[in-house]
């Protein structure tokens, strides 16, 4: 278990002598930023009109949703930020580490 120091350029200190640089450091999935539009559209079977899928009086994000043309969207996954701490796993010898996930307390 590695805490961030610096989110740019990624840090991450293993112990208290030892910080880790970007350049050893391999980010999976779950730990990038990732955000998932929702705006979509329903079509009527019957009459062959399509409307918004959001609507007014939706909430989006902890605001509601205006129709907009802004996109409203929800985050999967935020960046890594200093403090947060990681699970990793040591590969090549100890030459490279695997950001496997943060750690939830």
Known sequence: ???????SPLTVR???QILLPADVLNL???VCYKKVDLTH????SRS???????????TVNGAAGDNTPAAPYTVIN??????DKVVMLRA???????????VVS
């Open 14 to 16: 293993i112990s208290p």
């Open 78 to 83: 935020r960046d890594l930020a200093a403090g």
């Open 28 to 30: 999976t999935e779950t």
């Open 92 to 102: 090549m010898g100890g030459q490279q580490y695997i950001i496997l996930s943060k």
């Open 1 to 7: 278990i590695g805490t961030v120091e610096t989110a």
């Open 48 to 58: 062959g009109t399509t409307t918004p899928g959001l609507s007014s009086g939706v």
């Open 41 to 44: 559209t329903h079509i009527d």
